[in-house]
């Protein structure tokens, strides 16, 4: 497996990464117009989770190419993409099991955030985050679940409304889940470390 990582530390695999992230994340904004349009302005930070988890990701490549690494940015990038990441996918795959139905849409969202959480997890051993870093990164983690389960500012999915106060449980854990992932992949003693190749 190592193999992959003089691939993925290259500048033309993280040029590549940092056009198609900037892609997604203007389409990840656009797809929120409509409940940002209704959102208290206090809160506007807090509800478009996929786009920024992949925007903390752009600049996280930006450094990268500059032969950088921003560490805080990379903290909330790695929680914020496993975490968004598999939460998308779940929650997709809950409406298939409400509807009986997946629409391309949903199939493309699956694939798309299944691959953010991968890139999450595959840089890890280019990030260079200290422990207050994944700390102010959990405050900001959980402190979004509030915003989402306590204020209703959770992404939209109509059909599964009755089922909001699971979503929320399940979407706290799933936090938990994040930041220990972050800690054992960049934090543990004897991790596996590279630098980006020049």
């Known amino acids: 497996m190592k193999w992959i990582y003089p691939l993925l530390g290259s500048r033309a695999v993280l040029m590549m990464l940092l056009i198609i992230n900037t892609a997604g994340t203007i389409y990840g904004y656009i797809w929120y117009k409509w409940q940002l349009v209704d959102t208290p302005a206090i809160f506007l930070a807090f509800v478009p989770d ?62 798309s955030h299944g691959a953010m959480a991968l890139q999450g997890v595959l840089y890890a051993p280019f990030y260079r985050f200290k422990t207050w870093h994944l700390v102010v990164t959990g405050i900001w983690t959980l402190h979004n679940d509030v915003i989402d389960y306590v204020f209703f500012m959770l992404p939209r999915y109509p059909i599964l409304n ?37």
Not at 58 to 67: D, H, P
Not at 74 to 101: F, S
Not at 185 to 193: A, D, G, P
Request: no cysteine; proline share 4%.
């Open 50 to 111: 996929s786009p920024t988890a992949s925007l903390f990701f752009v600049f996280v490549l930006m450094a990268f190419l500059m032969g950088k690494n921003w560490p805080l940015l990379e903290a909330l990038a790695i929680v914020t993409l496993v975490k968004y990441g598999i939460w998308a996918v779940v929650m997709n795959l809950l409406v298939y099991r409400v509807t009986g139905d997946l629409d391309p849409a949903a199939l493309m969202l699956i694939f």
């Open 162 to 198: 009755l089922y909001t106060p699971q979503i929320g449980y399940f979407t706290f854990w799933l936090s938990i889940f994040s930041l220990g992932a972050a800690y054992y992949l960049v934090l543990k003693k004897n991790r596996f470390s590279l630098d980006i190749v020049k």
